[in-house]
């Protein structure tokens, strides 16, 4: 029998005009992201002799998004989306020139301090998924979270190519990409004033569900849906982070050229946001658990590519694979997480669940350039199978859940 679900009204012409904008802010906002991974280690060896430290500004761009996620989710909460996008492009802006500035003093820790600066900026980013989910209904869910996601295909060409532009166009090299950062948090700014959010709920709203008082956090943190979502988003980006920050240095370490590794993370950024234009469908007709199962494969396939060698193409390929196994299953957990919440909740508990995702990411950015120094890239792709084993348990019990109620209902 066909579901009646699958019958759902086309959205307006706003929205989707809206959907567009908040795409085009993801794809810039990540562009700028995508650059700092693929230049910031690279430029900090130029002048800088300890390399186990190469990684640390990306680290601390994480840590600063463990620093923001509370107060940027509950700025956009009781001031609107548009002010606490403003302020995350502001940081975006910030970041750059400080990280810029750093770079062209040769001094490593201003470098970190713009890249604390950044973790701002990328902690808003990272709301534009659920600002897509509030303009849309119910059964929009998945393909909106999806199709804001897909905004990360025009930031995988745009990054790395600005990086290959412009990492030697100024003294020192990689300067002129710090400055088109800025530039791309600048343009982020203005686009933001033409997007239309909902309004800001006054009072308790009008619905039931907004009528009810808020939920202390630790209870809806123990929902076995938000502990699965959340794991599984963790390991998502965690696995993600650690293979990914430390895939240039690897590239470069192994005889290979600079080009090639800006070529990875190009490929790497078009995994991660090309499946976007079909993930939400597939969740849409397959259910959310079954696109987590086959992220977490593509990812432990993705890892065994990496294993085979060093040469381009297992870069290439391992990258590749990272990206889109990503993709399954870190879109299926966000879509997971915006179920666990009512209205009047929804910035506590998208703060929490960033905050625990860029704890996971932070800890693997980190460990990324210290390990491979010490252990080299083999041993890296090794490591990131225990992170794929929890996301697997984390999966396996969330689909017994669901069969277990289920099986109760009928």
Known sequence: MTSPPQQIQPLDRGTKANLFLLACCQALGQASNTM????????????????????LPATLTHLGVMASVFPAALLMQRQGRRLGFRVGSGFGMAGAAVIGSGL?????????????????????LHQYRFAAVEMVPGLWRARAISWVTAGGVVAGILGPSLVRLTHDAWVPIYLATYAAMFALHAIVFTVVSFIRFPPVPVGTGGTAAEALAPRHLRLIAAQPRFVAAVISAMVAFGVMSFLMSASPLAIVGCGLPHAE?????????????????FTGNLITRFGTTPVMFVGVLILAIGVAAGVQGVDAWNFRIALTLNGVGWNFLFVGATTLVTTCYRANERGKVQALNDFLVFGTTATASFLAGFLLERMGWLALNAFAVVLLIAALGAVTWLWAQERRVAQAAA
Do not use: E, K, Q
């Open 261 to 277: 590794a800006h070529w990875v993370i190009f490929m790497h950024v078009m995994g991660m946001f090309v499946p976007a234009f």
């Open 104 to 124: 062209y003093l040769a001094n490593f820790w201003i470098m970190c301090l713009g890249g604390f600066l950044l973790g701002y900026a990328v902690a808003s």
């Open 36 to 55: 700092m991974v693929a230049a910031t280690a690279l430029s900090i060896v130029t002048f800088y002799p300890n390399r186990d430290l190469a990684t």
